[in-house]
């Protein structure tokens, strides 16, 4: 969707004979005949008792027979829908020719973080949404998310550890605030162009969202952590407990020599309701609770850190957090453990697996209400919840159908905690110590096309500039911005010689 | 990971942290606080810095042993390291010359109050400071306070020591004998809300310094939230100081008594596991 496609580039790399004579090897009609293979899971009931991975990831001879789909398309129209511009069809066909560990090198060429975005990415709207089969056959298209997947676990599993080439070290500091997806994208960048690059993260544990956001069971914590590991052995140093505009400025780091910095500081501020009665305590949000869980260990006896949970857990919100709490909610233990949304299941923004996922998990779906009030216990801790039923009404700006109150619809429900997932807006920190800074209304920072803020040589990408988005549209960004960060330096360089 | 320099206890269950933690002390303002992790499996609590050496490059803290985190922090030695520390966190006090500055702190409160007398002092206030406790023992900072305010009332709920009294009772004496431009009041929240009713009566603008549950310390949780005039504000990216006329106190001490049960059982667990080593 970003990146322009240089056909021409794609064009050359599809006619080497190789990928030529593996073209011919099966005819397109059987290739269209095999049907799309099925990601195999955990068993639902076991499964929402404990932190196991849901998705179980591909056998070799599943990835093999999923790669045979693939058309290598003259046009491919994939890499289009892919916000880091991965080389898709090179790397199925490396894999449809056995060649798995040549496969994950096509992904690390535009990708640093392959095993997570075939993880977490909604390929179904992206690369796979722009599939011929789904484009012109009206089929399901390649499972290019799930072979993503498979060739880089494969490639961790059994391959050297490798780093990318990186170009000789030029001694110049650069700054990264926040090591989330965006962040490490960056940093991974600009290693390779020969930079010494440092990034500063505010918590005590590094990868941003994909460790204190994103359940274990979606994406396993030591799965982010080789891939920063990979980043470490690049040269990138990373100093944890320090927050830029308050450990340090970046006038403060300018005086330390570093010459260009990039914001990458997440949406970190959630968002409430502003309903009577959501201060009561076992009302918190999708952020609160799932740090509790993920990054400060709540959910085990053996961390001093408490969280709250219990029989009736309600979450409000349909999108991916919200799937995200509901189901760390039943895995603790809850008996009821509901969405409540607004709209109605067809309007959903969660992606349509982690859905099917939370339905097969015994999740309930309470749709078309929102909570209007909540009350308490003598102590303060919420004990019930008033809902008004809605019905849908005409699209609005999104394109949705608008929520519309049903008068008079009001009814209780009796729950032990909520969890408020509704979205986020960017965290204010860096802004606050640098007024200068040119923000938009919704207080996200200001980018040009290089991801240059106002402020010369400071960049900024992922969600501090888009608001609340995902975690390859912040990758994205940190691609855009690396390179951005690159010519404005060494622009610097040269008029200064 | 960060280096635990001194350490001395102030009162029986008080103690005074020094550690290492130069880029803090360095950026460090009255009112500020810190966040800490004492180890893998510890919480993310938050304390106010009582006081900064920038050539030293360390911070003091002050913390008083209530629960699980606090006992093991107390029970640290200098030469010890505290695995996380990050800060300085929320906004600095706004400092100017406003006149006569009432302060008051109760309790452990009295510590994150000290930066903010020696501040106001700095900036050419005429600075009357109540240091209240339950009693005699548990009295800190006397010296400290003493030597950056113009009067010190030192004050116990049993007498043992300075006025016998509640603070709110020296609050009013000091607001009946002379004109107090601005109040500062620190202490346990039930202290706070009686504090700013008593300010409130004289219509003397007052600041409180609230100490709420925290888990990351920069507006990402919204764990610490409290409603200050009706609108909900994040105590670690809007406050910690807030106008004390408009803090929902009550609200706060629910908010405060969140995890209570969760906190007392694992505190038994705690000392349990204290005495089976101390019996091994």
């Known amino acids: 969707m970003e990146e322009e496609l240089n056909e021409e580039y794609y064009k050359n790399e599809r006619k080497t004979e190789w990928r030529d004579k593996l073209r011919k090897e099966i005819k397109a009609k059987e290739r269209t005949d095999i049907s799309r293979i099925k990601m195999p899971e955990a068993d639902p009931n076991v499964r929402n008792k404990s932190n196991l991975e849901v998705n179980k990831g591909l056998t070799l001879e599943m990835a093999l027979a999923e790669s045979h789909r693939c058309l290598d398309c003259a046009v491919p129209t994939c890499i289009v829908g892919c916000p880091v511009g991965t080389n898709i069809p090179k790397f199925i066909k490396y894999l449809e020719a056995g060649d798995v560990l040549g496969a994950a090198e096509v992904l690390k060429e535009n990708n640093s973080l392959p095993a997570i975005c075939g993880r977490v990415c909604p390929q179904e709207i992206q690369c796979e949404a722009q599939c011929f089969y789904v484009k012109k056959l009206s089929k399901e298209g390649a499972a290019i998310g799930h072979l993503e997947r498979f060739v880089a676990d494969y490639a961790r599993e059994h391959g050297p550890t490798t780093i990318p080439a990186l170009a000789e070290p030029n001694g110049i500091k650069m700054a990264v605030i926040g090591s989330g997806p965006a962040g490490l994208t960056v940093a991974g960048e600009l290693a390779k162009f020969g930079y010494d690059v440092t990034v500063f993260e505010a918590l005590h544990d590094l990868g941003g969202v994909l460790k204190y956001g994103i359940p274990e069971f979606r994406l396993p914590k030591s799965i982010v952590d080789y891939e920063i590991n990979t980043i470490k052995n690049m040269g990138v140093k990373f100093i944890t407990n320090f927050i830029v505009g308050k450990t340090a400025t970046i006038d403060d780091l300018k005086e330390e020599g570093f010459v260009a910095f990039f914001i990458a500081s997440g949406a970190g501020l959630p968002n409430f309701m502003n309903i009577p009665g959501e201060n009561y305590s076992g009302i918190q949000s999708a952020n609160e609770f799932l740090t509790r869980v993920n990054l400060m260990g709540g959910a085990d006896a053996n961390f001093d850190t408490p969280v709250h949970t219990g029989k009736n857990v309600v979450v409000v919100g349909g999108g991916n957090t919200a799937m995200d709490s509901v189901r760390t909610a039943k895995r603790m233990g809850a008996e009821r453990a509901i969405i409540m949304y607004r709209r109605s299941m067809e309007e959903m923004p969660a992606r349509g697996e982690e859905i099917k996922h939370a339905i097969e998990e015994g999740i309930e779906f309470i749709n078309l209400a929102s909570p209007i009030e909540y009350f308490a216990d003598e102590r303060g801790k919420v004990n019930k919840m008033r809902v008004q039923k809605m019905e849908l009404g005409e699209p609005d700006a999104s394109g949705r159908r608008r929520p519309v109150v049903i008068e008079g619809s009001e009814y209780d429900i009796d729950v032990d905690s909520v969890v408020i997932a509704v979205g986020v807006s960017p965290n204010p920190i860096v802004q606050q110590s640098m007024p200068e800074l040119e923000i938009t209304k919704w207080n996200t920072i200001k980018v040009d096309g290089n991801m240059m803020t106002s402020i010369p040589g400071l960049f900024a990408g992922g969600d501090i500039v888009r608001g609340g988005a995902t975690v390859i549209l912040a990758m994205g960004d940190g691609r855009k911005a690396a390179s951005g960060m690159h010519a404005y330096v060494q622009a610097d360089v040269f008029a200064k010689i | ?280």
């Open chain 2, 1 to 280: 990971m960060f280096k635990i320099i001194e350490k001395k206890f102030l009162s029986e269950n008080v103690a005074r942290l020094v550690i290492e933690a130069p880029y803090i002390a360095k950026s460090r303002r009255a009112g500020h606080f810190i966040i800490l992790r004492i180890d893998k499996n510890g919480e993310r609590i938050p304390l106010t810095i009582s006081d900064a050496d920038v050539e030293k490059g360390t911070i003091s803290l002050i913390v008083q042993r209530v629960g699980v985190s606090s006992h093991k922090l107390c029970a640290m030695n200098a030469g010890d390291f505290i695995l996380d520390v990050v800060g300085p966190l929320g906004k600095a006090t706004h400092i100017s010359n406003v006149g006569t500055v009432l302060c008051a702190g109760g309790g452990v409160g009295v510590a994150p109050l000290f930066p903010i007398v020696q501040a106001m002092k700095l900036a050419g206030n005429r600075v009357i400071t109540i240091i209240a406790a339950r009693n005699k023992d548990l009295v800190i900072l006397e010296n400290e306070m003493a030597e950056y305010s113009d009067e010190l009332i030192v004050m116990t709920d049993d007498g043992s020591k300075g006025t016998k009294g509640l603070v709110t009772q020296g609050m009013e004496e000091v607001i009946l004998r002379e004109k107090v431009n601005e109040a500062i009041v620190i202490g346990p929240a039930i202290m706070m809300k009686f504090a700013a009713l008593t300010t409130k009566k004289y219509d003397i603008p007052t600041m409180a310094s609230l100490n709420t549950i925290m888990v990351d310390g920069t507006g990402m949780c919204g764990a610490c939230r409290v409603s200050v005039g009706g609108k909900t504000e994040f105590v670690c990216v809007d406050g910690p100081e807030f106008d004390a006329h408009k803090v929902n106190f009550d609200e706060m001490l629910s908010r405060l008594g969140a995890y209570k049960d969760k906190e007392s059982e694992n505190y038994s667990e705690y000392v349990k596991s204290c005495e089976a080593t101390s019996l091994n």
